[in-house]
């Protein structure tokens, strides 16, 4: 688990976006602790609060980015793979999105969430007992 994050943690992909995919993946699997680890994460980089109250409902919330959108997208694709089957369109839409080395990174940090929010809940962690150490994001230049 830590490998996968530490290749998504070197990747090109916005540290901010990766904080939303992280959220939402952590919502639908109804994982407490990652939602609160998130949200405390997304707030310590500089992200916007209205975004956060609004990733839940992003498909209404004129707030996100195109790229945003494809990412969390896939995020909900992938997270409800038996439910959706991840369809062609969504992965049409991420690709056009993201370049081929930055679709893999997407793909591992939502496969690496889901297993984080499993262990999570499966082990019981505390809600609210989690402290952001991050710091503001530095711009990544491509």
Not at 80 to 100: H, I, N, R, W
Not at 108 to 128: D, E, K, S, T, Y
Request: hydrophobic content about 45%.
């Amino acid at each position: 688990m830590s490998a996968l994050e530490e290749v998504v943690r070197s990747s090109t992909l916005e540290p901010e976006l990766l904080e939303l995919v992280k959220l939402r993946a952590s919502q639908i699997n109804g994982c407490a602790y990652c939602v609160d680890m998130h949200t405390k994460d997304a707030r310590a980089i500089g992200e916007d609060e209205q975004r956060l109250h609004l990733v839940a409902v992003w498909r209404e919330a004129p707030v996100f980015s195109a790229r945003e959108r494809a990412a969390l997208d896939w995020t909900e694709a992938l997270t409800k793979l038996p439910e959706t089957g991840a369809p062609a369109d969504t992965y049409e839409l991420m690709a056009g999105a993201f370049d081929p080395v930055e679709q893999v990174a997407l793909t591992l940090a939502i496969v690496a969430i889901n297993g984080w929010n499993r262990l999570a809940v499966g082990f019981r962690q505390p809600v609210g007992s989690y402290t952001s150490h991050r710091q503001p994001a530095t711009e990544v230049v491509r």
